[in-house]
């Protein structure tokens, strides 16, 4: 029994012909691709259309059966190529689902989709890539001549509800760009064709801030807090709670004191199972009188009764 060669297969040349993946040759699409050249070459994409353009081509039944081969071959892609394309094919009823998923995975990997509905129109996007590999982008760029005229009339029907029968009620009732952006909302209002909607709309196009009110309530607030002087923040980096005895039942005051004068079985006492009567003196401080007005940090800070700020 006679084994059936294959063609041979080529490296991609620098032509104007489409470099093929020989993975596709049994795909319908090859019958589609007309008007430029084809040709089998040994590349990682399913289609060469350009030196920095490729196409991975991908059916939503094949997907639907083998969801992990198109994580495989975008692997096998890697950074390759500035323009990545995946092309699909829908040819599933239920397709929502699985092109919202495809999407996701095209943004994740600096793809970009394209949904194609029929061989014919999957073969005509391939093309048409390969057409227009050294095409300027002016074709599909909006025209604007240089004339006074056309710059005049392509400014005011930039703005929402404003057509070209419009520009010409407002140059001729008006006259000049500056007369138009200084007209009362009234005198336009008296035009053919001008509504409060549309007078709205222009008013706010030539009077209305570039910056929201929000944007400048956060601006104002962010500079406030920015200039917050230092000596109104109290600094309370070395001072620590300590109790003193009051002459109130069952109340207590405290005081701030530098963290050094605090005993050592006063911070362990937290995790302890000490109590807390043994590590707290009964008597009275003669801390602040031990140390010399030298080493201290600061002025004592006044007494304070919890409980009172407590019940204010």
Request: aromatic share 6%; charged share 25%.
């Amino acid at each position: 029994m006679a084994t059936k060669t294959k063609p041979p297969v080529v490296q991609p040349g620098a032509g104007n012909n489409i470099i093929i993946n020989p993975n596709q040759r049994l795909n319908p699409v090859l019958d589609h691709i007309r008007h430029v050249g084809k040709e089998f070459g040994d590349i990682v994409p399913d289609y060469h259309v350009g030196r920095t353009t490729c196409i991975l081509f991908l059916s939503l039944k094949y997907h639907r059966l083998h969801p992990e081969y198109i994580h495989t071959r975008i692997a096998k892609l890697g950074g390759s190529y500035n323009l990545r394309i995946l092309l699909i094919m829908c040819d599933v009823t239920e397709h929502q689902e699985l092109i919202r998923e495809l999407t996701k995975v095209c943004l994740i990997n600096s793809l970009t989709i394209v949904v194609a509905w029929s061989n014919e129109e999957a073969g005509q996007y391939i093309a048409t890539f390969k057409q227009f590999e050294h095409k300027p982008p002016d074709l599909i760029k909006e025209r604007v001549d240089k004339d006074y005229d056309s710059i005049f009339r392509t400014a005011l029907t930039s703005i929402n509800k404003v057509n070209r029968t419009d520009v010409a009620t407002l140059r001729t009732s008006l006259g000049t760009f500056a007369d138009i952006a200084k007209a009362s909302p009234d005198r336009l209002q008296n035009l053919p064709g001008f509504g409060q909607v549309k007078v709205k709309r222009i008013k706010e196009a030539f009077e209305k801030p570039f910056h929201t009110k929000t944007a400048n309530t956060t601006l104002s607030l962010s500079n406030q807090v920015n200039v917050l002087p230092t000596s109104s923040i109290p600094d309370i980096s070395g001072m620590a709670p300590t109790r003193l005895p009051s002459k109130e039942k069952n109340s207590e005051v405290f005081s701030e004191t530098p963290q050094h004068t605090r005993s050592q079985a006063g911070d362990t006492g937290l995790n302890s199972s000490i109590p807390s009567s043994s590590i707290i003196s009964e008597g009275p401080d003669f801390t602040r009188e031990a140390l010399p007005e030298r080493e201290r940090s600061r002025p004592a800070s006044p007494v304070w009764d919890i409980e009172l700020d407590l019940n204010d």
